[in-house]
């Protein structure tokens, strides 16, 4: 059975603060990681794609991938009551289908 | 870049009837499209995957002759729900796939369907 990993949390931070999201995969052929948020009600929404090994950075948000340790990071600095949202990490199923394989979402609340 | 629109936003529709949802990758092609149906407080729930031209791959599950998948082009698949209940009530989520690697998927914002 192929597992993503995530803390549900709530992870509460204080607004301005670093936010530190984790996860982790079974399947150690996985090539492709994605980080996704979704605020309550609505859709998910691609923040990152990742699938070389190391840091990866795009405004606020920095992925980290350790495919050693298979584990996927987000950080997301200067935190803003806006980034209050659940953080899904998706692994692409290896295979012709492509589908994702869904963590259950880390919930974060930024605090003003 | 990569927007994916779906149609209608929600929908109220009586038990027995059907609703056809539509999704619609409208700056890029999409040669596999996803459906998912998530219910409240709960997790995203693949109900199939559609590739273009060519018959739905549907999950452990789900009901292949309830919930009808058409990818007639490119850019565009539709969920057809047929003889909705009210369990069927949920909030439907399609997302389109890049056919290149790293194969990032693209979400619609998701109907909303109450059957009642």
């Known amino acids: 059975q192929k597992e993503v990993e995530q803390n549900s949390g709530p992870l509460s931070v204080p607004e301005g603060a670093i936010a530190s999201l984790n996860c982790t995969y079974s399947?150690?052929?996985?090539?492709?990681f994605f980080w996704y948020r979704q605020y309550s009600g609505k859709s998910p929404e691609l923040i990152m794609s990742?699938?070389s090994n190391g840091d990866k950075e795009d405004g606020r948000f920095t992925a980290q991938l350790n495919k050693a340790s298979q584990y996927v990071s987000l950080l997301i600095r200067d935190s803003q009551p806006s980034d209050s949202a659940t953080y899904l990490c998706?692994?692409?199923?290896?295979?012709?289908?492509?589908?994702?394989?869904w963590g259950l979402g880390t919930s974060l609340a930024v605090n003003p | 870049g990569a927007v994916v629109s779906q149609h209608p936003s929600w929908v109220i529709c009586k038990s027995g009837t059907s609703v056809k949802i539509e999704c619609r990758s409208l700056?890029?092609?999409?040669?596999?499209m996803f459906w998912y149906r998530q219910f409240p407080k709960q997790s995203l729930m693949l109900m199939a995957t559609?590739?273009?031209?060519?018959?739905?791959?549907?999950e452990q599950g789900v009901e292949k002759d309830k919930f009808l998948i058409n990818h007639a082009s490119l850019t565009l698949s539709t969920l057809t729900v047929t003889s909705a209940h009210p369990e069927d009530s949920s909030f439907y989520i399609c997302?389109?796939?890049?056919?290149?690697?790293?194969?990032?998927?693209?979400f619609g914002p998701g109907t909303r369907l109450t059957v009642t």
């Open positions: 997302s389109a796939g890049l056919g290149q690697f790293p194969y990032e998927q693209y």
């Open positions: 559609s590739n273009e031209g060519s018959k739905a791959t549907y």
């Open positions: 998706a692994v692409i199923e290896n295979g012709n289908n492509r589908k994702l394989i």
């Open positions: 990742i699938y």
């Open positions: 700056d890029f092609q999409a040669t596999t």
């Open positions: 399947d150690r052929g996985s090539q492709s």
